[in-house]
């Protein structure tokens, strides 16, 4: 067989490959571009993409489509859970379809600054911004109400040798977008989800500090 007739090799798609496609598609939600029945869609075709040749159609009609596989990878490995829906035996199961709650609260939650103290904050239903600033302290937030399929949630949070710890519902991605010096974030593999909860952007500036992100008590 001469090497015109060999069938074209199928490369396998790895994190940082769907990673890419996966920011991609958030920044196009973000900028209005797609709605979020269509960012929930394309996001689990990302995740379920096993060649490579599979993202770009995701992409196809988006200004992100030129260069996407030269764009840096994501700062957090994406995790793609083991199908809910197959029982032990390989056969599929229903599984209840996860409902996000009615917004109740405003979008932007406002800013706070925390110094040498902290708090306790549950994030309700509709709240897409806080911003905060601690030195020497940092506060727990709850994000389990917050969360849902197609929302997202930005929290920018600054820190000078402080942090704060950030529980999520499963399912939730974590993307971090935080500008750190001799610090980070810390995502755990738990709580790092396939988006099909909505999305958690972390941003903010993080000096000697870090916030830590863990999956809610009970999930």
């Known amino acids: 067989m001469s090497t015109q007739d060999q069938p074209a ?16 598609i958030q920044r196009a939600h973000d900028d209005g571009r797609l709605t979020d029945d269509e960012l929930s869609e394309r996001r689990n075709r990302a995740a379920r993409a096993v060649y490579v040749d599979e993202l770009p159609e995701l992409l196809d009609d988006l200004p992100e489509y030129e260069g996407w596989q030269q764009l840096p990878p994501t700062n957090n490995a994406l995790v793609v859970p083991a199908d809910p829906t197959l029982d032990a035996a390989g056969a599929r199961t229903p599984v209840p379809r ?31 911004d806080l911003a905060n ?11 389990t109400r917050a969360m849902g399929p197609g929302r997202t949630v ?19 991605r974590v993307i ?4 750190a010096i001799m610090a980070g974030n810390e995502v755990s593999a738990g709580a790092q989800g396939d988006g099909s909860n909505g999305t958690l952007i972390l941003k903010g500036f993080l000096w000697w500090a870090g916030n ?4 809610a008590d009970g999930e």
């Open 9 to 24: 090799r199928r490369l396998r798609a790895g994190h940082d490959d769907r990673g890419r496609v996966l920011d991609a």
């Open 98 to 128: 996860r409902e996000a709650l009615p917004a109740t609260a405003e979008p932007d939650a406002g800013f706070s600054v925390t110094v040498m103290s902290g708090r306790d904050v549950a994030l309700e239903p509709g709240t897409t």
């Open 133 to 143: 600033f601690a030195w020497w302290g940092g506060n727990n937030y709850d994000l």
């Open 154 to 172: 930005t929290l920018s949070l600054s820190a000078v040798m402080a942090g704060s710890d950030i529980r999520v519902p499963s399912g939730v």
């Open 176 to 179: 971090d977008r935080s500008i």
């Open 212 to 215: 830590t992100v863990e999956l």
